[in-house]
């Protein structure tokens, strides 16, 4: 069964840091590429950043370009968003996705990605 759990949202001051995780369970560790996105109330779900797993290539939205980072540990099959000097804006339920694309350049929409977490809130005050 395929399965991906998010974990480590919660809240935090402006500047502050967090970091999610997603564990990765059955075929989805076989995936190419695991992307974090995001979707704040009233607003549609955008790619946040992006992995190759099989390889060292990443994207990142510009918006959190520089704060934040994706990273992986092949033997925990689990995918890492490492975000910091957070913003009030970052404020959104954050998923992470698996895709079946298995070449080409790394998938940034959701519609490229076949797997889905169920979310989890992360909450930046000022």
């Known amino acids: 069964q395929v399965q991906l759990v998010e974990s480590g949202g919660g809240s935090v001051q402006a500047g502050g840091s967090l970091r999610l995780s997603c564990a990765a369970s059955?075929?989805?560790?076989?995936?190419?590429?695991m992307g974090w996105f995001r979707q704040a109330p009233g607003k549609e779900r955008e790619g946040v950043a992006a992995?190759?797993?099989?390889?060292?290539?990443?994207y990142y939205a510009d918006s959190v370009k520089g704060r934040f980072t994706i990273s992986q540990d092949n033997a925990k099959n689990t995918v890492y968003l490492q975000m910091n000097s957070l913003k009030p804006e970052d404020t959104a339920v954050y998923y992470c996705?698996?895709?079946?694309?298995?070449?080409?350049?790394?998938?940034?929409?959701?519609?490229?990605?076949?797997?889905w977490g169920q979310g989890t809130q992360v909450t930046v005050s000022s």
């Open positions: 059955g075929y989805t560790y076989g995936s190419r590429y």
């Open positions: 992995i190759y797993t099989r390889g060292s290539s990443t």
């Open positions: 996705a698996a895709s079946t694309k298995t070449f080409g350049s790394i998938p940034r929409t959701p519609p490229e990605y076949a797997y």
